[in-house]
């Protein structure tokens, strides 16, 4: 478990501390449903997928961050209402400094580095997390970093290979950070301020396959 430095109450919890012989309370309150997120992202974000359109596994990053223990989970803190989408919104806000702390852009652990950040207790009320992650984009986009959003509705979000998959099907509501990496531009380029994000951090560095979209962008003079 790790303990942000200026707030006890906030903290991340270690793949290891699932079968600790003393778990942190957060494993006790919430440890079946920790334990599906690590068994989803072994069996599916690990894993290439029949559906989706490449090869490959469907997070080329998730296998990485396990190995190296950088995946770290969470769950709002004892207390703290998550009835709304601006409740769920405030509840992962606090992580979004603490990542970059715990994972700055040039150490070599960056892009293996992941919080996510559970809400077990929703039950039907998914917009909560599409809403948050909505509402979250633009300020978490502005700093290099995505912010994702998983649950069993799925998303009505299409994979970028294939329209037909909606790939952020999870088993437990959640939201999820990581660094922005190159080969996000296409979840980016519809928006102005998303792409000025993308180009201010990679400019020439657009990875071949996908240049074809800037170049058509230019040639329409997009913004």
Not at 6 to 23: C, H, K, N, T
Not at 33 to 53: F, I, K, N, Q, S
Not at 187 to 200: I, K, V
Request: glycine fraction near 8%; charge should be negative.
């Amino acid at each position: 478990m790790i303990t942000h430095p200026g707030d006890p109450s906030l903290r991340l919890i270690e793949v290891a501390d699932l079968d600790a012989p003393s778990p942190p309370p957060e494993v006790l309150a919430h440890g079946d449903a920790m334990r599906a997120v690590v068994d989803w992202a072994g069996t599916y974000l690990c894993r290439p997928h029949p559906e989706l359109g490449r090869n490959g596994p469907v997070c080329p990053y998730a296998q990485g961050s396990l190995s190296r223990n950088r995946f770290y989970l969470a769950v709002p803190r004892a207390g703290e209402a998550v009835e709304t989408v601006e409740d769920v919104a405030a509840a992962m806000e606090p992580y979004r400094a603490w990542f970059t702390a715990l994972a700055p852009l040039d150490g070599p652990e960056a892009v293996f580095t992941a919080i996510l950040l559970l809400l077990p207790g929703l039950g039907d009320r998914l917009a909560l997390i599409d809403g948050a992650q909505n509402a979250l984009k633009d300020a978490f986009v502005e700093e290099g970093l995505m912010i994702g959003e998983f649950h069993d509705g799925p998303p009505d979000k299409p994979g970028l290979w294939n329209p037909l998959l909606r790939p952020l099907a999870g088993p437990v509501p959640l939201l999820a950070i990581r660094h922005m990496v190159a080969t996000d531009l296409p979840f980016l380029w519809g928006d102005p301020a998303h792409r000025r994000a993308y180009l201010t951090r990679f400019g020439g560095r657009v990875p071949a396959h996908l240049r074809e979209i800037v170049m058509e962008a230019v040639m329409e003079g997009v913004e």
